[in-house]
């Protein structure tokens, strides 16, 4: 457990509607997973994983949607709206927690408008630099960034994006001025890194692995309070003095689906996702791409939302972000 995974929030208010009674023999017809990025990504791999094994267990197909745009939040507005009967699911990722904090209009709440299933998996991300840097490890890091403070400058996928704010998080934990430079997606960030021109980012591990192995950038740290199995000799940035210790900021991803979805439908689609996870083909694939497999209880779902949307309530109004 870490340091804010310890958090511990006043539970949700139960809703004022009666939820739908669950359908006899639940399910008893396809599930809709809704993936709220595009097909081919890192996230759209993974949900189909899931989703194939998820399949095996109910008894039914799990056919994939793909509504990306919107830091996910075209597909969590349309599950948001969905039937509540089970059958239509979010696949979402942490964005959906700095997006409450972010956006100053959303057609949806994330606490009112959709209900935790169970979270499915979560990874580091890697603190990168430029491997023509004078630096070679954390501690090289922190001394250089504090000797350039105000000259330096790191790359992110765009305002708000989960890179910009872990390396936000850890600039302002140093006491660094840095300036941030906010690309069209964290590809083109990243490369513009291992080219020389901006300094460093922090980057989801599975994309920023294959640069780092192919030492077109040096991975310095994981955002994580654990360590990665694909770079166990990378530290984590509490281990380095990077964060607090214990602290974590990795990235991470769910299922939800509408509120007042039945409690049995949720109950049976958790035990089902937990099934999944403790496949060893599944569990194999989520390691291969950097990340580990998560699940556990409604409940537990529940208050890491909680402690996740609390800390980017309070994080992205220090960075000045906001998105319409």
């Known amino acids: 457990m870490t340091t804010r995974r310890t958090l511990l929030l006043a539970p949700l ?25 595009p097909a081919g990504g890192p996230t759209d791999v993974l949900a189909r994983v899931i989703g194939e094994r998820m399949a095996v267990d109910l008894g ?21 709206k969905a039937d509540a009967d089970g059958y239509t699911l979010l ?19 994330v606490l009112r408008d959709l209900t935790p299933v169970a979270l499915t998996a979560a990874a580091p991300s890697l603190l990168v630099a430029n491997p023509g840097l004078p630096l070679r490890d954390a501690a090289s890091f922190i001394t250089w960034a504090k000797a350039n403070s105000g000259k330096i400058s790191y790359s992110s996928g765009g305002v708000g994006n989960a890179s910009h704010l872990q ?23 990243l490369t513009d890194v291992a080219a020389g021109n901006v300094q460093f980012m922090c980057d989801a591990l599975n994309t920023a692995l294959p ?33 607090p210790r214990d602290f974590d900021i990795g990235i991470w991803q769910g299922i939800m689906a509408p509120a007042r979805t039945p409690p049995a439908a949720v109950q049976r689609l958790n035990q089902s996702i937990n099934a999944a996870l403790r ?45 319409e």
């Open 211 to 243: 640069m780092a192995r192919e030492g077109r950038v040096r991975g310095i740290a994981v955002t994580t309070a654990r360590r990665s199995a694909q770079l166990p000799e990378i530290p984590t940035a509490g281990e380095t003095g990077l964060l």
């Open 60 to 80: 039914q197909p799990v056919i994939i949607e793909n509504r990306g745009g919107a830091n996910g939040n075209i597909a969590g507005e349309a599950v948001s």
């Open 167 to 189: 390396a936000f998080m850890i600039m302002k934990h140093l006491g660094v001025e840095a300036v941030h430079v906010p690309y069209r997606g964290t590809a083109a960030a």
């Open 13 to 37: 208010m139960a809703p004022l509607a009666t939820p739908a009674l669950a359908q006899p023999g639940f399910p008893n017809r396809p599930i809709k997973l809704v993936v709220a990025f």
């Open 279 to 323: 496949d060893p083909g599944v569990a194999g694939r989520i390691d291969q791409m950097g990340a580990w497999p998560t699940g556990g209880s409604v409940d537990d779902y529940k208050r890491y939302l909680d402690t996740e949307i609390a800390l980017w309530a309070r994080v992205v109004p220090e960075t000045g972000a906001s998105e």
């Open 91 to 109: 696949y979402n990722t942490s964005s959906i927690a700095i997006s409450r904090a972010l956006y100053r209009r959303l057609a949806y709440d």
